[in-house]
């Protein structure tokens, strides 16, 4: 017998101990199935789903692990708990979703967002999912454009396509999502327009530039032809074209004028309809509820006293052909309406349930908006909260924008909160403030503001002026029907629409 070379037995040897060290291992190499993961791309021939042996405890980061599909419903469609999904995965906002580390790993119209998965019935578990970047009906055509580099961190012009079709613009800047800021200027006050981005001026292009509108500008003599949405609250700018009675001048594009404190990218999301088709007029909502009178899901369209408000909402909407459609009903429970989510500089969390101003804006409100990540439908997000306190006193409700981002769930505007304790009891009151604000969101700015500073851009809506010097346009200094208003500033009893203000709410496409 020939006796093995001495290579051949170190060799023979080391793929022993290789053998041995596997096989005797404390840590075995769990099967494909059990796996950990933070992707659908890591787990072949099956999915990334929750980890069984990981913690479930309320708002612990939620542990995954490669497993067997199970029955169930596929990525983007509804939910209600982690055993409706295929993959175990039922995020707070309603839909099923795929697990992910970055954008690389989602879907060309999907982005990989912060969100919460629906883990028990009192557990909502952090993660990063694919969710859709936007959600409209099928006639909605929708243009995303990343311009690298486009902010300086100061002063920036941003072109924009001039045509008539309705059309909204919504800007995002890419390397800053941080909103507060503690420092305000000249020690003190509150900012017109907070970072990341602020949009300065609107103008058209061309051999004869018109200004639209220019937000150091007094409008009270002379309304902005298209006005932009610009205040403390507003995190991601919005640009509807055009918003006004007249038609906007000249063809050759126009030109944002916008300023931020950060350098970076900026992506830019155009939506509008396609040439020739109508929208319904029914309006879908996702309502959510923070921790307001003890509201939890009840019925097709929520406890009776929201029931109540949203037959207000039927009956004044129904004017401009509009109706209340479906409603979603969504719990936000556990801990995380009294926790709220951590801010990116370490300071300490106020919570959702009673929003307070600090730096002089609602700070947890773009986290709170941000829960809708991931929807999946087309809908207008409504957030109940106790209460909601700012430097100006309690608001009512609060729209992310006007209009708000369209079928964009999960950014930092996506949504209207509501102070549902201040209401309690006055259903028709709630009902005429939710038309209030879905009005904004849906496109409709005040007739005048509170000290009679500016008026909308349409012609056929009273404006009201501060005669007396108090500052404040009372409905006295108003024209004839501005109290009776649905859009008068001080929200009284008023629940009026004006032709043009009918023709700017059928437009808005989040409509079915």
């Given at each position: 017998m020939t006796r093995p070379s001495a290579n051949a037995a170190r060799t023979l040897g080391l793929v022993l101990m290789a053998w041995l060290a596997a096989g005797c291992s404390d840590e075995p190499t769990p099967p494909d199935d059990e796996r950990p993961c933070t992707r659908a791309a890591d787990c072949e021939g099956g999915v990334c789903a929750p980890d069984p042996a990981g913690p479930h405890e309320d708002l612990a980061p939620l542990e995954l692990a490669c497993a067997e599909p199970a029955?169930?419903?596929?990525?983007?469609?509804?939910?209600?708990?982690?055993?409706?999904c295929a993959n175990g995965l039922c995020l707070l906002a309603g839909a099923c979703a795929d697990a992910c580390a970055a954008d690389a790993d989602c879907g060309d119209r999907e982005r990989c967002q912060d969100a919460f998965a629906r883990t028990g019935d009192d557990a909502l578990q952090p993660l990063t999912a694919c969710v859709s970047r936007v959600d409209l009906p099928g006639d909605a055509e929708v243009d995303v454009e990343v311009r690298e580099a486009a902010l300086s961190g100061g002063s920036d012009a941003v072109e924009l396509a001039g045509d008539q079709a309705p059309a909204l613009f919504v800007l995002e800047h890419l390397d800053d999502a941080y909103w507060p800021d503690p420092e305000l200027p000249d020690g003190g006050g509150v900012r017109t327009c907070r970072p990341p981005l602020c949009p300065d001026s609107l103008r058209t292009l061309g051999a004869s530039p018109v200004t639209l509108w220019d937000s150091s500008a007094d409008s009270s003599t002379t309304p902005a032809l298209n006005p932009v949405s610009v205040g403390a609250h507003v995190l991601v700018p919005t640009v509807w074209l055009p918003n006004g009675s007249a038609p906007l001048p000249g063809n050759d594009g126009l030109e944002l004028s916008v300023t931020s404190e950060l350098p970076g990218d900026l992506r830019v999301t155009r939506l509008s309809r396609a040439p020739g088709s109508r929208s319904g007029g029914g309006l879908d909502l996702n309502v959510f509820y923070v921790g307001a009178l003890d509201w939890v899901p009840t019925g097709s369209r929520g406890p009776p006293e929201l029931e109540q408000a949203l037959d207000e909402v039927d009956r004044i909407f129904d004017q401009a052909g509009l109706f209340v459609r479906e409603v979603r009903q969504i719990a936000v429970v556990g801990a995380l309406p009294q926790t709220g989510t951590t801010f990116p500089d370490g300071d300490p969390k106020q919570g959702f349930q009673f929003?307070?101003?600090?730096?002089?804006?609602?700070?947890?409100?773009?986290?709170?908006?941000?829960?809708?990540?991931g929807a999946a439908n087309t809908a207008v997000n409504l957030f109940f909260v106790a209460d909601i306190e700012s430097s100006t006193g309690e608001l009512e409700g609060l729209s992310g924008g006007i209009p708000g981002p369209f079928g964009m769930h999960g950014t930092g505007s996506s949504g209207i909160v509501f102070a549902a304790d201040m209401m309690q009891g006055d259903p028709d009151t709630m009902g005429r403030t939710l038309a209030h604000e879905l009005a904004h969101f849906l496109g409709l700015f005040h007739i005048s503001e509170a000290d009679g500073s500016a008026h909308d851009p349409l012609d056929d809506t009273a404006e009201c002026r501060d005669l007396n010097g108090d500052g404040v346009a009372a409905p006295g200094e108003c024209g004839d029907g501005a109290a009776d208003n649905l859009m008068f500033w001080a929200k009284a009893e008023g629940t009026a629409l004006s032709a043009e203000q009918i023709r700017v709410l059928q437009q808005a496409l989040v409509l079915h």
């Open positions: 029955d169930g419903a596929a990525p983007g469609e509804p939910c209600e708990a982690a055993g409706d929003l307070q101003g600090r730096f002089g804006v609602l700070a947890e409100l773009p986290a709170l908006f941000e829960l809708s990540a």
